[in-house]
């Protein structure tokens, strides 16, 4: 399949440590954040948001955390594995009238190694 | 969640020519949107497009490059024209989803050369 990690910054990992990515955001305007997986040849896919009314939100395995303070975002993934290896966007709302815009930031390339 | 496909997935087009890219949602949505990854970045917006009015263009883009179509609330089209080689990007399609997230397609991959 085709890459899109080739120029990204790589986080490479041990399968069963645990991986934190982080990402700056520029708005600080912005309310919503998104953590997006994007597996090669595959479409973004949604991990989990947060609202800027909390700092911190977990799910299966997933934690993100969000310090306005520095506008910064991190996505902590537990006992990474395998099927984790892909490339993570995080993604900011920036409201504007009816609709509501995404801003994506770089992306980061997480490799598991086995 | 909505269930979205794109057509083709993936083109290899000579300079010069356009391709129409298509767009396929399971529901209605007011709202499409459609991006661009150039090859190792990230995702960029291209326009919104809203069924019954004309798309609204983001700073770089312009109609005439990339005319977008929406029939329909289920369906959009995606120009890209006069194609460059810089135009080799993956070309994605999303819809809003519950909160202010959005669900992406998977991407119709162009080369042109």
């Known amino acids: 399949g085709e890459s899109v990690g080739l120029h990204l910054p790589t986080l490479s990992v041990q399968e069963g440590d645990n991986s934190i990515i982080n990402c700056a955001y520029s708005?600080?305007?912005?309310?919503?954040f998104i953590w997006y997986k994007q597996e090669s040849g595959k479409g973004p896919q949604f991990i989990i948001d947060?609202?800027?009314?909390?700092d911190k939100r977990q799910g299966q395995r997933v934690t993100v955390l969000l310090n306005k303070t520095v506008k910064h975002l991190s996505l902590q993934i537990a006992a990474t594995q395998p099927g984790d290896s892909a490339v993570y966007f995080c993604?900011?709302?920036?409201?504007?009238?009816?609709?509501?815009?995404?801003?994506f930031g770089t992306g980061t390339l997480l490799a598991v190694q086995p | 969640s909505a269930v979205i496909s794109q057509k083709p997935s993936r083109d290899i087009c000579q300079r010069g020519t356009s391709l129409t890219i298509q767009c396929q949602v399971d529901?209605?949505?007011?709202?499409m949107f459609w991006y661009r990854q150039q090859p190792g970045q990230s995702l960029t917006l291209i326009a919104t497009?809203?069924?019954?009015?004309?798309?609204?263009?983001e700073s770089g883009f312009v109609i005439d490059k990339f005319p977008i179509s929406r029939p329909n609330l289920t369906f959009s089209t995606l120009t890209v024209s006069n194609m460059s080689p810089e135009d080799s990007s993956i070309y994605l399609c999303?819809?809003?989803?519950?909160?202010?997230?959005?669900?992406f397609g998977p991407g119709t991959r162009l080369t042109v050369l």
């Open positions: 529901s209605q949505v007011t709202m």
């Open positions: 999303s819809v809003p989803a519950s909160g202010d997230t959005q669900y």
């Open positions: 993604a900011e709302s920036s409201q504007s009238g009816a609709t509501n815009k995404l801003i």
């Open positions: 708005n600080s305007a912005s309310d919503y």
């Open positions: 497009a809203n069924q019954g009015s004309e798309a609204t263009y």
């Open positions: 947060i609202r800027s009314n909390m």
